[in-house]
């Protein structure tokens, strides 16, 4: 692996994690077991290194119009210290990237920060200053990935453990954060961002902190260190993307109401991809991704296909797993919209032999 490191490597390695590349990132896969990781998070709480997600800072008169027109959420209904889900799509409709924005609290310099995936960091910087010089938009734009570490507190105890490393005087404003609220906190004495958000399904903070004291910040939480095979079975079981899985712009090009995420698309704002989009909606799509269950013994995985009662293929596996919490092997799949309802019967071809599997709705647990 020749890939980017996040700063707490050497630490990771000293407790005993296995490593992956990922999006041009080498991170920490596993630190015991998925499935011990996974359990510590959907009953205590957990921590995951997500530095290998980009910061990308927009600053400027014009840094709201930017954000609008490259994001299909509403980003002028934000207020300071609130943050949104929003997909970023090309002309067409199809989705480039998924990422937050966040509209930063006062105390920091820039006015917005959105994070997109792993590796994806330098495509959209080139994307937000090719459109801003395009457009003539006053407003800078600043990759700061490499500035900053990035950490994910999850799990029912997340908030209980954060006030215990938060500055004392911070602590009733982090009892009161909603939901994709940001904002400032010192942690262990480090001046960070923390926002109300994460990618697990349950309560939750994520962390930004300077790459340069990233050790300071990881070193309060003695919790469950869990990897990129925790946070999987995790969002799959939410039914959230993964990018290069459930939607690939190259390899298989997605809108947003196909993937599910048709909430996200605001058609009275005006963005890179919107009359696609309002066309797609009056239309309606032929494929939606779809959860399923196995039937049969087995586990799904990407690039599995779905077959009709019949033996035609009517889709492909996008993510699959057997689920910790539910103990049952799941999946999504792109599948033609009469396939949509839960309690179809279906097939999944699993190693070459045909498994018997049921739609579900999503998500696939009630969180």
Request: net charge negative; charged share 25%; hydrophobic share 35%.
């Amino acid at each position: 692996m020749t890939g980017r490191t996040p700063p707490l490597q050497a630490v990771h390695e000293d407790a005993g994690a296995s490593f992956t590349d990922f999006g041009g990132w080498e991170m920490p896969v596993e630190f015991d077991s998925i499935r011990t990781e996974h359990a510590a998070v959907r009953e205590s709480v957990g921590i995951f290194d997500v530095s290998h997600m980009g910061e990308i800072e927009v600053t400027g008169p014009d840094a709201r119009e930017l954000m609008q027109r490259l994001t299909t959420n509403d980003v002028p209904a934000l207020d300071s210290g609130e943050a949104q889900y929003a997909m970023i799509t090309d002309e067409d409709g199809i989705i480039l990237d998924d990422t937050v924005v966040y509209n930063l609290p006062p105390e920091h310099d820039a006015d917005y920060l959105f994070i997109p995936n792993a590796g994806h960091d330098g495509q959209m910087y080139d994307r937000w200053v090719d459109h801003r010089d395009e457009w003539g938009l006053d407003a800078e734009v600043s990759n700061r990935t490499d500035d900053y570490a990035m950490f994910a507190l999850q799990g029912p105890d997340a908030e209980e453990r954060l006030l215990d490393a938060v500055a004392e005087d911070q602590r009733t404003t982090i009892c009161g954060l909603n939901r994709f609220g940001v904002v400032p906190a010192t942690v262990g004495g480090v001046d960070c961002l923390v926002a109300r958000t994460g990618y697990t399904g349950e309560d939750g903070f994520e962390l930004i902190a300077p790459a340069d004291e990233a050790d300071t910040v990881w070193e309060q939480f003695d919790c469950q260190p869990c990897g990129l095979g925790a946070r999987d079975t995790l969002r799959i079981e939410m039914g959230f993307l993964l990018s290069g899985q459930d939607f690939d712009p190259e390899d298989d090009p997605r809108n947003p109401y196909e993937a599910g995420v048709g909430f996200t698309v605001k058609l009275d704002t005006e963005f890179v991809g919107r009359d696609a989009l309002e066309r797609v909606d009056a239309e309606g799509v032929a494929e939606r991704l779809t959860g399923f269950r196995l039937v049969d013994r087995g586990v799904p995985r990407q690039g599995y296909t779905v077959r009709d009662l019949d033996g035609e293929a009517i889709g492909t596996v996008t993510s699959g797993t057997m689920s910790p919490t539910l103990e049952k092997p799941i999946g999504l799949a792109y599948l033609p919209v009469e396939y949509r309802s839960p309690g179809v019967n279906v097939q999944v071809m699993v190693r070459g032999e045909p498994k018997k599997a049921q739609t579900q709705a999503l998500p696939f647990l009630d969180r």
